[in-house]
Structure formats: structure tokens, C-alpha cells
């Protein structure tokens, strides 16, 4: 079965600073693989997506991902963090269209000024 | 842009009474989804929906549990008798291909 891991629970950084967040999956073949945001008491929204072709990826608010087939990894990257991005980060991983997506257990970013 | 919405955003319910979570996906889509998240939990898979029948679900989706897409337009959440561990974010989601897109979420609330 796929499975997403994201071994930071908890990650504080300083505005300004450059962010990368962690994601391992585990899957017999390529994924699809996704980032989502959630604000406090908010929805989940899509940072990025990874379903094949260029292996790094832009996504909205300045945000990228790179994935890497070697490593079973697409961590998530910002070269100078805002502290409006203090919030919570997922990973995601779907194996085939039509099928669910299964988080990590999230990475909660801490922004410090 | 199209959108999922979720009614209502915060519900309280007494336990043991049934509740039932609504969601209009994006029109033109075709797989619906329910996942929860418990507070400071992981977001966590309930059930999968394509062709009018559920395609997958988790361990999480027992009996008390049950989902309906009633006409064209609304997909359901159904819990017949809530338990206090049943209190979470409920969020929705629809996919055309491999991208969920989802609503902002039911907070449910079991006393």
C-alpha cells in the first residue's frame, strides 16, 4: 500500500529564511504527488503538483518542489519565508486517477520574526 | 473558478443524534471524496464515490457511516449516531483526473 511520510512534525524558522520541508513516499511505482496548505481552522489548499515531466515544480506563493525518483522524495522548498506562511503543510501522494489521496501527517511551520 | 462547498461550516450535534454533512462538488467531476481530520491529526481518508457507489473505504467508515449523492449536484455525509470521537473537520473533495480539490471543511462538534 502507498504511504506519505514527513518526518518534521514541527519546523520554525526565521522570516526570510530559506524552507525546505520533507516528504518521503512509498510506492511501487510513480506517484502523483501533491502539496497542500491549511491556515488555522481553514481548508486545504494546493501548493503544487507533481505528475510527471520536469522534475522540479513551481507552484503558487513562491513555492517549488522538486521530486526525485532515487530518493522517493518531494520536499517542499522557499527561498525567503514570509511570516504569512506560518501554517500547516501536507503531502500528498494519489496512485492512479480516481483514486484517494493519502496524506503525511503534516509539518507545522513556525515563521519567527 | 469552480469550487467545492461545504454546508454547513460548524455544526453541534448532541451525541447518539444523526447528522448529515452536505457538499456540492465541481460540476463536472466525477470521483467524490470525504476525508477527517481530528484536531491536530493527519487529514485521514473516509470513503471514495464514482458511479453511484462507493469505490473504496477505510476502517474509519463503519456502519454508523454512509454517503449519498441524493440528485446531480449534492454529495452527503451521513453519521446515524454520533460519538464524541466523531467530532473533526469533515472536508469534501472531487477529482476529474488525479487532483482532489477541496471544500473548506465541516467542523462537527459531538456533546
Known amino acids: 500500500a502507498q504511504s506519505v511520510t514527513q518526518p518534521d512534525i514541527h519546523i520554525t524558522v526565521s522570516e526570510g529564511a530559506s524552507l525546505e520541508l520533507r516528504c518521503n513516499y512509498s510506492y511501487g511505482a510513480t506517484p502523483y504527488l501533491f502539496w497542500y496548505v491549511q491556515s488555522p481552522g481553514q481548508g486545504l489548499q494546493l501548493l503544487l503538483k507533481?505528475?510527471?515531466?520536469?522534475?522540479l515544480v513551481q507552484g503558487i506563493k513562491g513555492f517549488e518542489a522538486e521530486f526525485k525518483r532515487s530518493q522517493s522524495s518531494f520536499n517542499l522548498r522557499k527561498p525567503s519565508v514570509h511570516w504569512s506562511d506560518a501554517a500547516e503543510y501536507f503531502c500528498g501522494l494519489v496512485k492512479e486517477y480516481g483514486n484517494k489521496l493519502v496524506f503525511g501527517a503534516g509539518t507545522i511551520l513556525r515563521v519567527k520574526s | 473558478e469552480p469550487e467545492v462547498t461545504q454546508t454547513p461550516s460548524h455544526q453541534v450535534t448532541q451525541m447518539g443524534q444523526e447528522v448529515i454533512l452536505r457538499c456540492v462538488p465541481i460540476?463536472?467531476?466525477?470521483?467524490f471524496y470525504w476525508y477527517r481530520q481530528i484536531l491536530g491529526q493527519k487529514v485521514e481518508f473516509l470513503v471514495s464515490?464514482?458511479?453511484?457507489?462507493?469505490?473504496?473505504k477505510s476502517e474509519i467508515f463503519d456502519d454508523q457511516f454512509s454517503v449519498e449523492r441524493p440528485d446531480g449536484s449534492n454529495f452527503t455525509l451521513k453519521i446515524r449516531s454520533t460519538k464524541l470521537e466523531d467530532s473533526a473537520m469533515y472536508f469534501c473533495a472531487s477529482s476529474l483526473t488525479h487532483e482532489a480539490f477541496f471544500g473548506q471543511g465541516t467542523r462537527l462538534t459531538v456533546v
Open positions: 464515490f464514482y458511479n453511484n457507489e462507493i469505490s473504496e
Open positions: 460540476s463536472n467531476h466525477l470521483y
Open positions: 507533481y505528475f510527471s515531466g520536469d522534475t
